[in-house]
């Protein structure tokens, strides 16, 4: 198992930037990809950015040109950078882990931080 802690939202005017960080522990060793979601008030969460273990990223395509994934593995560290913020990216941010429980068969699991507030101030 693993266990995933957010940090790094907060308030900040609209062009501004920030950075977040999701922190695994546990069976990290298992982790086959990282990653970023959010949720708006009233809306369904949804896939902003992912990270595999071979370090290849993909992003929705409302974000890429702002958002930035990347990751420290000596620090099982995966960072979320965001700029030139606007108020429609106000949510919150969640990391989630795709965790390989076997290979044989293939089969994941996924787990889920607390998750950290991002609000954009126009």
């Known amino acids: 198992q693993v266990q995933l802690v957010e940090s790094g939202g907060g308030l900040v005017q609209a062009g501004g930037s920030l950075r977040l960080s999701c922190v695994a522990s546990?069976?990290?060793?298992?982790?086959?990809?990282i990653g970023w979601y959010r949720q708006a008030p009233g809306k369904q969460r949804e896939l902003v950015a992912t990270?595999?273990?071979?370090?290849?990223?993909n992003y929705a395509d409302s974000v890429k040109d702002r958002f930035t994934i990347s990751r420290d593995n000596a620090k099982n560290t995966v960072y979320l950078q965001i700029d030139s913020l606007k108020p429609e990216d106000t949510a919150v941010y969640y990391c989630?882990?795709?965790?390989?429980?076997?290979?044989?068969?293939?089969?994941?699991?996924?787990?889920w931080g607390q998750g950290t507030q991002v609000t954009v101030s126009s």
């Open positions: 989630n882990a795709e965790w390989v429980v076997s290979t044989v068969p293939f089969e994941l699991s996924h787990y």
């Open positions: 546990g069976s990290t060793s298992n982790i086959n990809a």
């Open positions: 990270i595999n273990s071979g370090g290849s990223t």
